[in-house]
């Protein structure tokens, strides 16, 4: 009652707002005062006018609606059945614009549903769904089957093969697999030092990193060339701190499958399922 008079402007229009009596609500304000001790309202002027003290109060009732809001919110998720935290691991290489859409519509959805989003290579998101430690995986696909994860495949990343402007493969305007191998790769690999399939190792010479932001600030820094994710590179490339390479080999831009992996034998709350659902819009 006190939040909507100050909001409404009158006790009558607060009255009005919350179905009741105007007697009710000034009968109500009064005995909030004689319990606070505190005068709310100079009731002196034609309407109510909040009082010092009650305009220091104010934000505290206000905290304490939006926190009786998140405990209603809280108790209608638990009588859904909806999990508490939804954890995903990523990698970073598919962290399209549209993901950041789907985590505010995730949000919107499921309010009181804690996202734990972890970065991960590929090859390592595996061994995180199928220990537990994480609900669902997004991952660059790898060719080889494995019984206790499903994959769900959602589409084809694109790839460009980079390296910085003053690199010495920049100035090459046709680029054979032999001109590439006196020059530093860079390749992902993760903690079990397991790379990629569809990006082997042509160089003598690699790097590795378990991230491709990770290995873009490498390749930025002309330390060696690579394969990055198109949505990742092109803004770069456009700038001139990145230069596309033109590679023979690649007639089209190289596109390795991205899938979700999910727990074969475990039962998926309904957050997950839906951002399962969502996610396979990624990409489009």
Same mark, same amino acid.
């Given at each position: 009652?006190?939040?909507?008079?100050?909001?409404?402007?009158?006790? +009558?229009?607060?009255? #009005?707002?919350?179905? $009741?009596?105007?007697?009710?609500? *000034?009968?109500?304000?009064?005995?909030?005062?004689?319990?606070?001790?505190? &005068?709310?309202?100079?009731?002196?002027? #034609?309407?109510?006018?909040?009082?010092? @003290?009650?305009?220091?109060?104010?934000?505290? !009732?206000? *905290?304490?609606?939006?926190?009786?809001?998140?405990?209603?919110? !809280?108790?209608?998720?638990? *009588?859904?059945?909806?999990e508490a935290e939804v954890r995903l691991a990523m990698d970073n290489a598919v962290g399209l614009p549209r993901l950041t859409?789907?985590?505010?519509?995730? +949000?919107?959805?499921?309010?009181?549903?804690?996202?734990d989003v972890v970065s991960a290579a590929s090859p390592d998101i595996f061994g995180h769904v199928k220990s537990g430690e994480v609900d669902l995986g997004l991952i660059i696909s790898e060719t080889e089957i494995d019984n206790e994860v499903e994959l769900c495949f959602i589409g084809n990343l694109p790839f460009h093969a980079v390296c910085a402007k003053d690199h010495p493969l920049a100035e090459r305007k046709h680029i054979s697999m032999n001109d590439l191998i006196p020059y530093r790769e860079l390749?992902? #690999?993760?903690? +079990? $030092?397991?790379?990629?399939?569809?990006? @082997? %190792?042509m160089s003598t010479l690699a790097w590795f990193a378990n991230d491709y932001r990770t290995i873009c600030e490498l390749a930025l820094a002309g330390l060696g060339w690579s394969y990055l994710p198109a949505h990742m590179a092109e803004e770069m490339i456009?700038?001139?701190?990145?230069? #596309?390479?033109?590679?023979?080999?690649?007639? %089209? @831009?190289? *596109?390795?499958?991205?899938?979700?992996? &999910? @727990?074969?034998?475990?039962?998926?709350?309904? !957050?997950?399922?839906?951002?399962?659902? %969502?996610? %396979? &819009?990624?990409?489009?």
């Amino acid at each position: 009652m006190f939040v909507e008079t100050v909001e409404a402007g009158s006790f +009558s229009a607060c009255a #009005r707002k919350l179905g $009741k009596v105007q007697s009710a609500v *000034s009968q109500g304000i009064a005995a909030l005062e004689v319990d606070l001790n505190v &005068t709310l309202f100079d009731r002196s002027t #034609r309407k109510p006018t909040l009082t010092e @003290p009650g305009a220091r109060i104010l934000e505290f !009732a206000r *905290s304490i609606l939006r926190q009786v809001d998140d405990l209603d919110a !809280a108790t209608q998720s638990i *009588s859904k059945g909806e999990e508490a935290e939804v954890r995903l691991a990523m990698d970073n290489a598919v962290g399209l614009p549209r993901l950041t859409e789907i985590f505010h519509l995730f +949000s919107d959805r499921y309010p009181t549903t804690a996202l734990d989003v972890v970065s991960a290579a590929s090859p390592d998101i595996f061994g995180h769904v199928k220990s537990g430690e994480v609900d669902l995986g997004l991952i660059i696909s790898e060719t080889e089957i494995d019984n206790e994860v499903e994959l769900c495949f959602i589409g084809n990343l694109p790839f460009h093969a980079v390296c910085a402007k003053d690199h010495p493969l920049a100035e090459r305007k046709h680029i054979s697999m032999n001109d590439l191998i006196p020059y530093r790769e860079l390749l992902l #690999r993760g903690a +079990s $030092k397991t790379g990629l399939d569809a990006f @082997p %190792k042509m160089s003598t010479l690699a790097w590795f990193a378990n991230d491709y932001r990770t290995i873009c600030e490498l390749a930025l820094a002309g330390l060696g060339w690579s394969y990055l994710p198109a949505h990742m590179a092109e803004e770069m490339i456009a700038h001139g701190r990145l230069h #596309r390479m033109n590679i023979c080999f690649d007639h %089209k @831009p190289w *596109s390795p499958p991205v899938e979700i992996v &999910t @727990p074969k034998e475990r039962l998926k709350g309904p !957050a997950t399922r839906w951002l399962v659902d %969502k996610l %396979k &819009t990624l990409i489009v």
